[in-house]
């Protein structure tokens, strides 16, 4: 079985030492969020997510949720409910949200290294919480008063969950197609009448009541993504003044049998009439729907992170203890039968890949999290929108880089096994397997790309990238004359200014043919994703030397980081030559000659 | 579901177009093997893949193999039994065997073409028949005449299967440390006892009969590898006059639980003083053990093509029906209410890539197999010897990297189906399941890029890669003034330089330090593996230029040659640099500092 310890060092690194968040959390005024204060949430956090989420990660696969055809009722694994139980009784539900709704008010950026341990802990039991983090997004800034009192209070306590419906089975991506509508009634409400698929969280037991958040369309709506209205479908009937009522017209009909992530529940919602409540403008439920989908594309590539580092932690162990085979220069453990497999380059290769991809990449996410509190609570208007521009091109990156690199690290340290990695007791087959929904939910990595692409550097000018590269502009002045940093600070410039190069040769090639955007997409998402850890590393090797972390801690970081720069940041060169030969190689082929 | 139709068209073109197999057959006195033949074996092979397995491979699946404690029988999934009676009824099981032992005596490389189409159909299943592929070689090559006359007719009729029996709980590389002892009987057979693991195929109801081949140790064995001999242990014990008798000492303790194939058996073989036939000289055994593994090593690979290819046509049929978003550059299909999402740059991208790598590998998959025939059958030793080394270089870069794009291609076609393709109905994770077996069995990875570079590269000084050098360089030569070749013959050229150059240099740097070896070998392997299909992609294009197909055909070719080129190929550039970084990156952390 696998198992996972939080990696409580380097999350104190990430969050003190290269974040500085003592620092930032005072100047936006979060005097309350001391280190003492965060120290003490990481180690009780750990202890739950070790001891109590953890060792139901299993379970949860094995025997998962199951469906009761006649109720229409879903039953979580077994120990689920009771670790929900205890997570809402320690407080952790609302650890973020605003005081003045009942929550503990804390940065964002702790809630984000708690949300990693979790999904390292049981990415399919965190599917619960994380839903209601978006419905608690939406509802704080888009519900009116009546509206936070009566769903965002209970959402964020813990005593109910939230979801997100929108997929419909014609659409996913393309919203605009779909066809659930709602028609006003006399008391104001709205009776919301459609099917919806892939809804995550929408049947369980953990808690009584359900806030779906709903998109649907009013009787007026034009077509097309302008016509969409976000509605409040709670399971149970909830009135305006907070009363809890019977059954709502929404029912659970079935849950997906899928790859991974059994213990979440994945579920069709038929809704019949069901009593809802407009949130936001009529037609304008896609910003609201954005709202939440910003929050949960951070949490998701999170997930990518939390299940990278689990895979790792057992895949380390395993190289270290099993025996195979000699070290091709001579025995480094002569009186053991053969030398752990750690000793063998490839192995190494392996193991550092990961560990260069999930120490950047808790950085990458880390900070993105960072400028949540920033935008919240930051000092004037022009560092909430630099925040904000910046937050918003980071978001795809945040998203697919860290979900790909899930699937990657977790393929890494399966290998690492051997034949022993196929096998379901070790564990590391499941980390694999829930993996894999991280690339396809809350928009695939192809539509990450496009939102990079397409939206952030063509539409809104790139104004994150200019703030990115004024970053890595600040660092590399800062440590000019450093020698200790000059490996890494030249090659890092240069890698700057090609990203920014090749960023507006982009956009010069389409001004005359949209296609280029699609075409140069998923290659510019990861080469922006290599380069923004190259500056995390070369940050960490930075911070790692001021610090007062150990020497081992020290040499690590420096050691990670030469392993990332001569060996992984290199393939931005095949991103690059693959995004400079353009859309031709890509639309040549007629759609009928694929398989000609 | 998914479904699989053969590739007869691209089949073809491989066979008789690229590698000219008429032609070679004949010069190889094969004149048995003509067009004709060829082509019914390959009709009636897609139509029994087609209806026979093919519908099988999700039932093989979902209710996968079971285990009665009791009796230590194993069940195959339902149908498995009766596809295997008209398997052997259709005389497929010896189809490329000779004559004399009751084969059709066809060629390897109609064989492979064969084997492909059960792996797209029915991988698990596939795998009853594959092992028999290796035991009958190891007889073939090194059993007694009685041996062969018992034991391995039956291995090519079909009536019994073969398995390969090396790993042990503590060891799987490194067979040195196996620990399951022969003692000799006064009969002149050995008493064989000891734990086998993840015995594929080790027990099943499919025939009465099982052929295991066990690697054990005499009682004077030399400690290491060196003390390994090989023994044919039948399930039911086999006197030399072939008079078959009760149960051997064989017993089959647990089938594992995995995350894929669950349609084959994978078996712990626990034997009790079981009757075993000496096969080969004493002390031997890996010699044998090898003739065994390169027909496996090639088969795995060949795996990873048939998911690659079921796992295409899928994507491509979901690509072309499924409506999501306008294309970028204005509608395509204006009557319908979106665009089919193979309008999409990104979406093709994932197509083309898999098709690149597909129809690609088909050619390395192909040819190397065609290498076996000309070993049996080439007109003088020097021809032989020259194929014999080719095929030592080419099996493990056939073994890696068609399992690898494996991994790759059954992504990218999950990917397309988005979060469809995360749901069981589909088809497409269980292809995903399945394929990630075959990057560790029959040797990692990483296995078989130390046999690459460490073996075939250092120990016999590069006569493959020669060989295949000379290849390429023949066709650039001879296409020298081709102007529709340009395009591809110059860069090709310029690889193929590099590739000589790189080896040169990962050969000086090992002789200062052998951790180069192990360094330089997985990117090495995938280095040559990218060359070795610009090669067959150039070679493709001006095949298709002089052949009789349609000019869709043609065009279908030249454009992903052209794809291949602008998008594959630049991979390259990063396992170049990550060669050209040499040990150190992967060597400075100290074991005890990977989690520093």
Not at 175 to 198: C, N
Not at 384 to 391: C, G, H, I, T, V
Not at 532 to 550: D, E, G, I, K, N
Request: with cysteine.
């Amino acid at each position: 079985m696998s198992t996972y310890k939080a990696p409580l060092a380097d999350i104190r690194f990430a969050l003190f030492d290269v974040l500085q968040a003592e620092t930032l959390f005072s100047r936006l005024g979060r005097s309350e969020a001391t280190r003492d204060v965060i120290d003490a949430v990481l180690e009780e956090g750990a202890r739950f997510n070790e001891t109590v989420l953890a060792p139901l990660n299993r379970i949860g696969d094995e025997i998962g949720c199951s469906y009761d055809k006649a109720t229409g009722a879903v039953t979580t694994p077994p120990g689920f409910r009771e670790a929900y139980a205890q997570y809402v009784e320690g407080g952790w539900a609302g650890l973020t949200a605003p005081e003045r709704f009942g929550g503990q008010g804390l940065p964002h950026a702790l809630g984000t290294a708690l949300k990693e341990m979790i999904d390292a802990a049981n990415l399919a039991w965190g599917n619960f919480p994380l839903l209601s983090h978006g419905a608690t997004e939406a509802l704080l800034q888009h519900g009116e008063p009546w509206q936070q009192e009566v769903f965002l209070k209970p959402l964020v306590d813990g005593r109910w969950t939230g979801t997100m419906c929108l997929t419909e089975p014609h659409c996913g991506t393309d919203l605009g197609l779909l066809r659930t509508r709602a028609a006003p009634a006399e008391d104001g409400s709205y009776a919301v009448s459609g099917t919806k698929i892939f809804i995550t969280a929408g049947e369980h037991d953990l808690t009584d009541n359900i806030v779906h958040l709903v998109l649907a369309r009013l009787p007026d709506a034009p077509t097309g993504s302008r016509g969409i209205s976000m509605f409040i479908v709670p399971k149970l009937r909830v009135d305006r003044d907070g009363n809890v009522g019977g059954a709502n017209g929404v029912r659970c009909g079935a849950i997906e049998h899928k790859m991974g992530i059994h213990g979440s529940s994945t579920c069709v919602l038929n809704l019949d009439d069901a009593q809802g409540w407009l949130i936001g403008q009529p037609h304008k439920g896609l910003a609201a729907m954005f709202t939440m989908m910003n929050t949960a594309r951070l949490a998701v590539g999170l997930q990518g992170l939390g299940l990278s580092d689990r895979a790792y932690q057992n895949a380390l162990r395993y190289a270290r203890e099993r025996l195979q085979m000699r070290s091709l220069s001579g025995p480094k453990f002569p009186d053991r039968p053969a030398d752990p497999i750690i000793v063998h380059p490839d192995v190494r290769r392996m193991l550092l890949t990961c560990k260069a991809l999930i120490e950047g990449g808790r950085l990458l996410g880390y900070h993105a999290s960072s400028l949540l509190d920033v935008i919240e609570h930051g000092g004037d208007d022009d560092e909430r929108a630099q925040a904000d521009a910046l937050l918003g091109f980071l978001t795809p990156i945040v998203k697919a880089c860290l979900t790909e690199w899930g699937v990657e690290c977790t393929y890494h340290a399966l290998q690492c096994f051997g034949g022993h990695g196929y096998i379901a007791e070790h564990g590391m087959e499941q980390l694999a397997r829930d993996a894999r929904i991280t690339t396809l939910y809350e928009g695939t990595t192809g539509i990450q790309a496009l939102d990079l692409v397409g939206r952030k550097i063509m539409q809104l000018q790139g104004a994150g990238l200019k703030a990115f590269l004024e970053l890595i502009e600040g660092f590399c002045s800062e440590h000019e004359g450093n020698p200790d940093l000059a490996e890494f600070v030249a090659p890092l410039r240069d890698k700057a200014g090609e990203w920014q190069r090749m960023t507006q040769e982009i956009g010069g090639r389409a001004m005359a043919d949209p296609e280029e955007i699609g075409a140069a997409s998923v290659d510019y998402l990861f080469y922006s994703g290599y380069v923004a850890l190259a500056y995390w590393w070369a940050r960490s090797v930075a911070a790692a030397q001021t610090s007062s972390q150990p020497d081992a801690f020290k040499d690590a970081k420096l050691q990670t980081a030469r392993f990332y720069y001569a060996r992984i940041l290199p393939r931005t060169l095949a991103h690059k030559a693959a995004i400079d030969s353009g859309a031709a190689p890509l639309m040549a082929l007629q759609a009928d000659r694929f398989d000609a």
